[in-house]
T-cell receptor, first 120, second 110 residues
Framework: AAGVIQSPRHLIKEKRETATLKCYPI?????VYWYQQGPGQDPQFLIS???????DKGSIPDRFSAQQFSDYHSELNMSSLELGDSALYFC???????????????????FGPGTRLTVL | GQNIDQPTEMTATEGAIVQINCTYQ??????LFWYQQHAGEAPTFLSY????GLEEKGRFSSFLSRSKGYSYLLLKELQMKDSASYLC???????????FGKGTRLSVIA
């Protein structure tokens, strides 16, 4: 089965440079989430999109922006990179459903392999 | 907040059974996810519990008590490859982002 695709898998940048991370969700999935995970940390939610519109915003710095395109792929744009931005960046995708077993829905998120960003 | 609490580390012996507990605040709760994550890799979906009770999938089972705000992941017949972090994640108030616990690092020893 097709999975979430992220590119690039590894990225090395200098401080103050910019970076663009790409995410291609599982076919027919309509929601994309971006997470940042530092060493030994749990994934921290950055931002999500549903049907090409921003749906939730987490701890995303103002230096970062993201969007979801008409083909549902998403890009995370990172500017003025700092040493602390070095982390694994995961994209996850899901398909929005109306609910399950009589309860409101929380759709299962499937994670991509991640992009390891190193800022020097 | 919607705190998700789970133990930081656990160690168990190959072939044994281990139970990883997770507690959460029940306000606005929808369902509970468990993910497995090997170091440097993506979290992999293991289970999703909405209703009370135990759901079994091969060597892995997950339990939920909605009234108690409690879940556990049960791993049987442990194998060395089960050494990983296990993330408990709660879904709250519709399709808002998952709230992850800090993860439980499981070490399986011979």
């Amino acid at each position: 089965a097709a999975g979430v695709i992220q590119s690039p898998r590894h990225l090395i940048k200098e401080k103050r440079e910019t970076a663009t991370l790409k995410c291609y969700p599982i076919p027919r999935h309509d929601t994309v989430y971006w997470y940042q995970q530092g060493p030994g940390q749990d994934p921290q939610f950055l931002i999500s999109f549903y049907e090409k519109m921003q749906s939730d915003k987490g701890s995303i710095p103002d230096r970062f922006s993201a969007q979801q395109f008409s083909d549902y792929h998403s890009e995370l744009n990172m500017s003025s990179l700092e040493l602390g931005d070095s982390a694994l960046y995961f994209c996850a995708s899901s398909f929005r459903t109306s609910g399950t077993k009589g309860f409101p829905s929380t759709d299962t998120q499937y994670f991509g392999p991640g992009t390891r960003l190193t800022v020097l | 907040g919607q705190n998700i609490d789970q133990p930081t580390e656990m160690t168990a012996t190959e072939g044994a059974i281990v139970q990883i507990n997770c507690t959460y605040q029940t306000s606005g709760f929808n369902g509970l996810f468990w993910y497995q994550q090997h170091a440097g890799e993506a979290p992999t979906f293991l289970s999703y519990n909405v209703l009370d009770g135990l759901e079994e999938k091969g060597r892995f089972s997950s339990f939920l008590s909605r009234s108690k705000g409690y879940s556990y992941l049960l791993l049987k017949e442990l194998q060395m490859k089960d050494s990983a972090s296990y993330l408990c994640a709660g879904g709250f108030s519709g399709n808002t982002p998952l709230v992850f616990g800090k993860g439980t690092r499981l070490s399986v020893i011979a």
